[in-house]
């Protein structure tokens, strides 16, 4: 039988291994490089990767069944440092990997907490929404990275096979084997 969670679970790692990705080139960039303004739907990196993080910290949240809503999005840049962005991100994959990895019921509801109203969702479909939007907005990042002094990295070497030899430092960083990606 196939496994409901297993893409979910794949999209979480994928997920936390391409915000480290990000991370390590986001450090590199040269003074002034991190906030300048950019041609995206956030006018830089630093409010694109602040985005990012604030709308994970709302979904996590809900799965969890918090009720932190909009309240996250009170301050819409909360770092400034990009160090410090990266580590509470990672917290944050580590946080939705781990969701995942427990097998939650996927069609179990999940109250969001929206400014005027809770909105009622899936596990899976609220899953699904966070790790897609992520994606989309780290797509953005890596667009502006391009008019930078730092070389985009890789994104998309993560489900194929033929990829591993492109991704053994990354999972041997995070302490994963080729085992844990099915």
Known sequence: MTDPHRPYRQLARNNRLANRRLAAAIAALQPGEWEAPRTSFFPSLRATLNHIHLVDRFYIDALHGGTLGVSVFANREPFADPSALAAA???????????????????????????????TETVADTL????????????????????????????DEFFMADDARFRTADLAALGWTEADLG
């Open 89 to 119: 991100q990672d917290a944050l994959d580590a946080t939705a990997l781990a969701f995942v990895t427990a097998a939650p019921d996927l069609d179990r509801p999940v109250h969001i907490h929206r400014a005027t109203h809770i909105q």
């Open 128 to 155: 699904m929404h966070l790790l897609l939007h992520s994606q989309h907005h780290r797509g953005q990042v890596h667009a502006m990275l391009a008019g930078t002094s730092v070389r985009p990295p890789q994104l």
